[in-house]
Every structure is written in C-alpha cells, then in structure tokens.
C-alpha cells in the first residue's frame, strides 16, 4: 500500500463512507476498527461509516436462526468505541438474517438490540455464481430472488423502515429489478454496480457486459425505491487484475479504467439516489484507500457542490438515517 502515496484532494469534503466491512482477530480478512481508523484518518475527511454483513462474529451456539446477531453484538460494541475514539464513528449496521423465516420478526427484533440504535437494514444475498474462478463465490439457492417468501421478507423489512442491501452478479441485474418492483415500500439498495465480472468465463468480456448492464442499469434506476452504491469495482472478481501486482492502483489508474461505469450510474439514478462506496477491506486488495476517494473526487468533479455533497455523504445520510 505504501509503494502509492498521493496527495489528498479537496480535504474538506465530507465523507460518509457507505459500505465497508470488520473482522474480529482470526476473521476471514485481518481488519478491524484499529485498521479502518488507519484508513479514515489518513486525510480524507471520513466522518461516518455504516457497516455492511460479511459474516463475522456470529455466535457459535443458541438457536441457529439467531447465530447472525452476533456479528450485529460485535458490530456495535465496535461503533460505540468508534465514539469515544478519534476518528470515523460507525453510525449503522447492516446485518444479515434469513429472510425467508416465518419468525422473520423475531430475528429482526433481536438485531434491533442488538444494535443499540445503529440496525439500518439487512443484506441477504442473491449472488450465485458457481464458475470456480469467482474468488469471493455467490452461493445463493438458484431463484432466491424469485421466491415468494423470500419477497415477503423483503416487504416486512420496509414496512419495518429498513433497508434492504443486494449483492448479486451482472447477469443478475434482471433478477433485482424486478425483486425492486415486488416490493416497491422497500428501499432496495444496490451493491457494487450489480458486481461486473470479469474472472473465469467472464474474463476479456467486461466492454461486452458493460453494454448490457448500461441497460439493466437504467431499468432498476426507474424504480423510485432503488438507490446505488457507486464502487467495490476493485475486487479480484472484477478483472482488472491491479491484485497481482507488486504496487497498487493509482487513483488515475482506477479512474481511466472504471469512470463509465460510475457516470453511467449517475446519469441514470441521479446524485442523489448515489453513494460512493469504499468496499474496504475487499478492494484494498487493488489500492489503498485515500487513492480510492481521491478516484472518486475525481469522477465527482464534473458534478456541482450540491449534487457532490449528495454522492459522498448525503444520500447515505439519508438512505441509512445517520
């Protein structure tokens, strides 16, 4: 990370970084609250933070359908020590659960909590893809976002005022319009630009998909309930590759090779049904963090003061009511 040290641009923006995920030690990747106050103080102005499920921490006995607050437990004793430190505070959760469950609102009732005032909404994933060369796999039951409990689940979480996150694959951007259309009292939230692939079958193929997803994108965008995460292009999966190299991406890097994508996003949802996300620690596998804000003031730049201070802190104050 260090071999790429820029400057940082337009210091005095606020930033409330939508998305990014803590592992307790022995966890999947070594990140914790000590490592994201390494990121958010290294000179962006980061003010805030909302956490996102990644299946950390959850207890290892009591009833199976609750194992999952346990990441909602660690999660907030993490944020309420966010507080009392200098540095981003995390100011909501996004847990996951089974929404399927008949005893949906048990599950819900407990991460509320759980979360001591910082719950927002739930991510159950939809991705599946079984290419063995996905190295963060989608392992979602084929049709989850068809199914009628499921729906039903995705309903109650709106009707609770929670958000409902998506992860899932380009080639399932039709699968999450038309969830999105289901449940038009649920404010659906879409992950990763819908997470184009370029790995495995996909690899070579992402100006091809891109011209697909141009339209999917523009389709979910014309539900008024959707809104969009703008980043998480600089995992593995995505292909670009910057994860084998022996120095990171720069922000110019991450900018020639992925602004289409994000305009594209914007013209279609707006600014301020947008959010630049940081997807940390996933896409520190590509750059560090102050390039990957400094690439994103950049793609911002085109845009005014109000319709900026919507993409970086804004909409996600609003979506996630922090």
């Known amino acids: ?117 910082r719950f927002r909404g739930i991510r159950h994933a939809i991705a599946r893809e079984d290419d063995p060369a996905i190295r963060i796999p989608g392992r979602a039951p084929e049709g989850l976002a068809e199914d009628s409990d499921f729906r ?38 879409l992950d990763h630009f819908g997470t184009p692939l370029g790995v495995g079958r996909f690899e070579g ?32 999966d995505n292909g670009y590759g910057w994860h084998r190299r022996d120095r990171p991406a720069t922000s110019d890097e991450l900018v020639e090779a992925q602004a289409r994508w994000y305009h594209h996003t914007i013209d279609c949802f707006g600014p301020e049904r947008c959010m630049f996300e940081s997807n940390f620690p996933v896409d520190r596998f590509s750059l560090n963090y102050v390039s990957w804000w400094n690439a994103a003031k950049k793609i911002a730049a085109r845009y005014d003061d109000a319709e900026q201070q919507d993409l970086f802190a804004g909409t996600a104050r609003r979506v996630y009511a922090v």
Not at 19 to 43: C, K, M, N, S
Not at 50 to 67: N, Q, S
Not at 75 to 98: F, H, K, M
Not at 206 to 234: M, S, Y
């Open 205 to 236: 193929r992402l100006d091809e998909i891109f011209e697909t997803w141009k339209h999917d994108i523009a389709a979910i965008a014309a539900l008024p309930n959707t809104v969009a995460k703008i980043g998480g292009l600089a995992m593995p």
């Open 152 to 189: 039903r689940g995705v309903v109650r979480l709106g009707e609770r005022g929670l958000t409902y996150d998506s992860w899932h694959y380009h080639h399932q951007n039709e699968a999450f319009r038309a969830l999105a259309e289901a449940c038009p009292g649920t404010t659906m939230v």
């Open 1 to 117: 990370m260090a071999r790429v040290d820029e400057g940082i641009l337009d210091p005095d923006r606020e930033i409330i970084d939508p998305h990014h995920h803590l592992w307790p030690p022995g966890g999947a990747l070594p990140y914790g609250l000590d490592d994201l106050h390494g990121d958010t103080e290294a000179g962006h102005r980061v003010v805030g933070t909302v956490f996102v499920e990644c299946g950390a921490a959850y207890r290892t006995d009591g009833p199976e359908h609750l194992r999952s607050v346990g990441e909602t437990e660690f999660v907030a004793e993490q944020a309420e020590r966010s507080a009392r430190l200098a540095g981003a505070e995390i100011l909501g959760v996004v847990s996951s659960c089974d929404l399927r469950r008949d005893d949906l609102d048990e599950v819900l009732d407990a991460h509320e909590a759980a979360g001591r005032g």
